[in-house]
T-cell receptor, first 115, second 114 residues
Framework: AQSVTQLGSHVSVSEGALVLLRCNYSSSVPPYLFWYVQYPNQGLQLLLKYTSAATLVKGINGFEAEFKKSETSFHLTKPSAHMSDAAEYFCAVREYGGSQGNLIFGKGTKLSVKP | EAGVTQFPSHSVIEKGQTVTLRCDPISGHDNLYWYRRVMGKEIKFLLHFVKESKQDESGMPNNRFLAERTGGTYSTLKVQPAELEDSGVYFC????????????FGPGTRLTVT
């Protein structure tokens, strides 16, 4: 069965510092991987996705993630944090079989950005 | 283009009562998904509609939950009777086809059962 593990339920960085949010997945088949972000009082918004093309994926708002098969990881990074990046971030893997589309999420990581 | 909308945004009910949540997907999106996040846990899949048909309801917790999608447009999720453990945030998402890699999520309905 597929699963997603996000290390760290809370991450705090200073404005301008590197953002690194960790995600490890478990899948017996090549996965489709996603990062979503949820700002307060809003729905989940897709940041970026990996669908078996380039292993380094660039998303919106300066975020990127690298798919590393050997490490079963898909960590999210941003070189310089901005106050507006404060939100909750979710890593997800698309489930194979079944209805072909439902997502399996990690528990989420809340990012705080200090001035 | 309007996004996915959900109503109500918040609902507080007593144990044993009935609540109905509504989701309006993006116009033209045949695929509609319901997810739920219980406090402190991950977002979990509940079910998937393709137009008006239930494609997969393997994530529905029990028979107190009933989902419908009238005419392939909006969907409702009814909880009857509600229990304390049903509290959480219920998200709806839609996509044009099941093969679409992006699901568009609504803001969620926060349900509190007291």
């Amino acid at each position: 069965a597929q699963s997603v593990t996000q290390l760290g339920s809370h991450v705090s960085v200073s404005e301008g510092a590197l953002v690194l949010l960790r995600c490890n997945y478990s899948s017996s088949v090549p996965p489709y991987l996603f990062w979503y972000v949820q700002y307060p009082n809003q729905g989940l918004q897709l940041l970026l996705k990996y669908t078996s093309a380039a292993t380094l994926v660039k998303g919106i708002n300066g975020f990127e993630a690298e798919f590393k098969k050997s490490e079963t990881s898909f960590h999210l990074t941003k070189p310089s944090a901005h106050m507006s990046d404060a939100a909750e971030y979710f890593c997800a893997v698309r489930e194979y079989g079944g209805s072909q589309g439902n997502l399996i999420f990690g528990k989420g990581t809340k990012l705080s950005v200090k001035p | 283009e309007a996004g996915v909308t959900q109503f109500p945004s918040h609902s507080v009910i007593e144990k044993g009562q009935t609540v109905t949540l509504r989701c309006d997907p993006i116009s033209g999106h045949d695929n509609l998904y319901w997810y739920r996040r219980v406090m402190g846990k991950e977002i979990k899949f509940l079910l998937h509609f393709v137009k008006e048909s239930k494609q997969d309801e393997s994530g529905m917790p029990n028979n107190r939950f009933l989902a419908e999608r009238t005419g392939g447009t909006y969907s409702t999720l009814k909880v009857q009777p509600a229990e304390l453990e049903d509290s959480g945030v219920y998200f709806c998402a839609s996509s044009h086809t099941a093969g679409d890699y992006e699901q568009y999520f609504g803001p969620g309905t926060r349900l509190t059962v007291t």
